[in-house]
Nanobody, 123 residues
């Protein structure tokens, strides 16, 4: 039902910054809670950041705390992940995710996924 399209990934060096963007289809974006997940090779998909449809945001997970920021622009149907001070361990496919009203806290909560965008951080 909902289409999510990510962009902004690429190859960067440690310490660099990246901004990932996700554009959602439809006219009810403001009622979806949004999240960013990532999945490194051989590892489980994990939460990076999330924001519910009211703008409330739970604490960032420890691996990215202080280095990422999630935001949304309901007028543009977009959600953005700003990442700073990138580390090699941030290398993963990053996925935009959506859930109707309720906040997605784990991958099993997600109702709609984007196709993913690759972020590779070299040392």
């Amino acid at each position: 039902q909902v289409q999510l399209v990510e962009s902004g990934g690429g190859l960067v060096q440690a310490g660099d910054s990246l901004t990932l963007s996700c554009v959602a289809s439809g006219r009810t974006f403001s009622y979806y809670s949004m999240a960013w997940f990532r999945q490194a090779p051989g590892k489980e998909r994990e939460l990076v950041a999330s924001m519910d449809f009211t703008g409330a945001r739970p604490p960032y997970p420890d691996p990215v705390k202080g280095r990422v920021s999630i935001s949304r622009d309901n007028a543009k149907n977009t959600v953005t992940l700003q990442m700073n001070s990138l580390k090699p361990e941030d290398t993963a496919v990053y996925y935009c995710a959506a859930r109707w009203r309720a906040l997605p806290r784990r991958s099993s909560d997600v109702e709609y996924w984007g196709q993913g965008t690759q972020v590779t951080v070299s040392s």
